[in-house]
């Protein structure tokens, strides 16, 4: 999704996270600006240096996960990038 801005687009990414022993992940959009940052804390909090995880989603809501219940996580590519249909 492309959010046009009097100065700037913005690309929105999908993040999804699994959670041990929840039956449905977690699913987000963040700016793709944040991209870099988000796998740092990830990073940081599946080693062990912060007990929960907590993202702010494209609306400013904020999610947090336990760190010790992170089954996965899985950043996608800006919507801009996503192909539509069959083929290549």
């Known amino acids: 999704m492309r959010i046009a ?3 700037a687009t913005v690309f929105v ?3 999804r996270i699994g959670v041990t ?3 449905r992940e977690i699913s987000l959009e963040v700016d793709d600006a944040d991209r870099d940052d988000l ?3 990830v990073e940081a ?6 007990d ?3 993202i702010t989603d494209k609306r400013g809501r904020d999610v947090g ?3 010790a219940k992170i089954a996965y996580v899985e950043v ?10 069959f083929g290549g």
């Open 52 to 54: 929960v995880l907590w």
């Open 13 to 15: 990414v999908d993040v």
């Open 76 to 85: 996608g590519s800006a919507e801009g990038e996503r192909r539509i249909g």
């Open 65 to 67: 996960v336990p760190a």
């Open 5 to 7: 801005g009097r100065a």
């Open 45 to 50: 909090a599946l080693s062990g240096a912060t």
């Open 21 to 23: 022993q929840a039956p």
């Open 39 to 41: 796998k740092s804390r």
